[in-house]
């Protein structure tokens, strides 16, 4: 396998199919920007005016968290760990049953623009502000890395500026969102799920006909150990295993589906609670078939490169680079096809970035503007446009963060754990038990024991025992220049050099690196949910004990007094006691 210093760079044709899906979108925006002139309140913008259909929704639903991440990252995860990160589908079928049946009927009976309106119904106006503030950190955070990843494949293929790239992505989705509201980013996203998919499966059927077919592309996988489906180790510290991704993933995935507000602002931007629900199921298929795509891609990128890694060849700088560089390599004679993959990558950019935006607006309006001011309909309809703005700012900067950070896949994953995951528990708190009230205690708790584990995991990353990377190795290359002609394999058996040079740092690392901070990064999620609940209800059930307790000691002293009489000069006169609930401790 040759190995050339430069693999292609995009022609005119590839530049034409990019700029045509911009343009395409940027012109949904403009569209519905001129349609909803009338659009004079802030939750007709927000909310689309609660008239979409099943359909459109549920292909927004999915496009929504399938960004460039899933497009460049998914595959390099099952290129480097195999298959059995296709077990999310499993996941994605208790996700939509369990967000359907228990948290859509909630929000959707509420009326309510912000899912965070409700944790002041249900509990108190600071659990409110304190999940909105959480929402919003986390979502700068997501779709920093989510802008981040598209630019570094753009980089990667056609030597554009990446920041440049990072500018652009955040500038024309910034530009649709805020001039047609929730209508123009549901039908973008409409239309960039089918230029992701058409991306998926340019590269796919390329790849299969190289490899000479589907049988050979498994054949290899199952030789390289990446048809791992059935790995039923127990153990918390590996990577993914079918526990792993079936238990963690459905709280990972349930906390985006269930009860994040972007998700939730389209499932109940539709004209009735069928159609929402629909949606949900609709958006089933729509998983099933990018995870599908996706995980495949990784199994035809290990079918190309099995015997010459271009990771560890130093042909490209990050495994989340591998997608578009076997794209450039294999699809350099058909013009036009580089630029449909990386308008895929971008497309699903574009879908997300549109969506969080469009969600941040609608929390600060809802949760931190209208509560404290008394702006008519129209001035709130401007303020959200001009939210829309300021928030697509704020993420092209956190875009720089996300440049420092390690796997794009496990980074992205990681925040929705760290911070999910309690909201989860806070949600499922008040739902699930109607006579909880210790939902702040709860979500505090919940919180800082994920960000213990998942803060602690960023300075000890587990080692390679416990993440079990497959086997990669250089041996069937043959590079192009001297000073590229070194050899470096690593295997199951003999992991390689940075194995090594981090089993020499095994002795300076604490206690907890190997064992609380080496869980595997699919478990932060059930951590912060699962710390939240138990809090909560302990919280809840001693403050509940505690006026039981109260009560049962007035009770007492009443029949006490009843028995000796009320002349007893030493005896307190509980006639002139206050018995009513609202005296009591709550």
């Known amino acids: 396998f040759a190995f050339p210093r430069v693999i292609g760079s995009f022609v005119a044709a590839d530049y034409a199919v990019f700029a045509l899906m911009l343009l395409v979108s940027a012109a949904i925006g403009v569209y519905y920007a001129i349609v909803g002139r009338g659009q004079s309140s ?6 689309g005016g609660q008239s979409m259909t099943a359909v459109p929704v549920a292909l927004s639903l999915t496009a929504s968290f399938m960004s460039a991440i899933t497009v460049l990252a998914t595959p390099a995860e099952v290129y480097r760990y195999g298959a059995s990160y296709g077990l999310f589908s499993l996941s994605y079928v208790l996700v939509v049953v369990v967000s359907s049946e228990v948290f859509l009927p909630v929000f959707y009976r509420l009326g309510i623009t912000s899912t965070y309106e409700y944790l002041e119904i249900r509990f108190n106006r600071a659990t409110r502000l304190l999940g909105t503030v ?22 990667q293929v056609t030597g554009m500026d990446l920041w440049g790239a990072v500018i652009s992505t955040g500038v024309v989705c910034t530009f649709y969102c805020a001039m047609g509201g929730l209508k123009a980013v549901v039908w973008t996203d409409v239309f960039q799920v089918g230029i992701m998919v058409a991306g998926f499966l340019s590269v796919i059927i390329r790849a299969v006909v190289l490899q000479g077919g589907v049988s050979n592309i498994l054949n290899h996988a199952e030789f ?135 969600a941040l607006a609608a929390v600060t309006i809802e949760d931190l503007i209208k509560p404290y001011t008394h702006m008519s309909e129209k001035n709130l309809s401007w303020t959200s446009k001009g939210l829309s703005f300021l928030y697509g700012a704020l993420c092209i900067g956190m ?12 980074a992205a994953i990681s925040i929705f754990g760290i911070i999910g995951g309690p909201l989860l528990g806070l949600f499922s708190l008040g739902i699930l038990c109607p006579y909880a009230n210790g939902g702040l205690a709860g979500l505090l708790s919940g919180l800082v ?37 070194f050899n470096w394999t690593a295997s199951p058996t003999e992991p390689g050099l940075y194995t090594t040079v981090l089993q020499q740092n095994t002795a300076e690392r604490p206690f907890l690196a190997d064992n609380w901070y080496s869980l595997s990064y699919l478990y932060f999620s059930p951590i912060g949910t699962l710390t939240t609940l138990a809090v909560g209800l302990v919280v809840s059930l001693l403050s509940g004990t505690l006026s039981q307790m109260v009560v049962l000691l007035l009770t007492i002293l009443h029949v006490v007094e009843n028995k000796l009489g009320n002349n007893n000069p030493g005896f307190c006169n509980v006639h002139e006691l206050d018995f009513t609930k609202s005296s009591l401790p709550t």
């Not at 959480?134 to 980089?155: C, D, E, K, R, S």
């Not at 875009?399 to 496990?410: V, Y």
């Open 134 to 155: 959480m929402f919003i950190v986390q979502t700068i955070l997501y779709t920093g890395i989510v802008i981040y990843a598209p630019a570094l494949a753009l980089n």
């Open 42 to 47: 802030s939750r007709e913008f927000l909310m």
């Open 399 to 410: 875009a720089g963060i996300a440049s420092l950070m390690g796997s794009l896949l496990q």
């Open 224 to 358: 390289g150990g990446r048809l791992n489906f059935w790995d039923f180790d127990a153990s918390p510290l590996r990577r993914h295993t079918f526990w792993t991704i079936t238990f963690g993933g459905t709280f990972v995935w349930t906390s985006i589906y269930g009860i994040n507000q972007a998700q939730v602002q389209r499932y109940i931007s539709c004209k009735s609670m069928t159609h929402a629900k629909m949606s949900l199921y609709i958006n089933l298929l729509g998983l099933w078939v990018i995870l599908l795509c996706s995980v495949f891609a990784g199994l035809c990128l290990y079918s190309v490169y099995k015997h010459c890694d271009p990771w560890t060849a130093g042909m490209v700088s990050a495994p989340d680079q591998l997608m578009p560089y076997m794209v450039m390599d294999i699809l350099r004679d058909y013009p036009g096809l580089p630029g449909l993959f990386v308008a895929a990558a971008y497309s699903g950019t574009l879908s997300t970035v549109s969506s969080s935006v469009n």
């Open 449 to 485: 024991m994920s960000l213990w584990v998942g803060i602690g995991a960023q300075f000890y990353p587990p080692l390679p025992e416990q993440s079990r990377p497959l086997g990669l190795t250089t041996h069937g290359c043959n590079f192009t220049t001297a000073a590229d002609a």
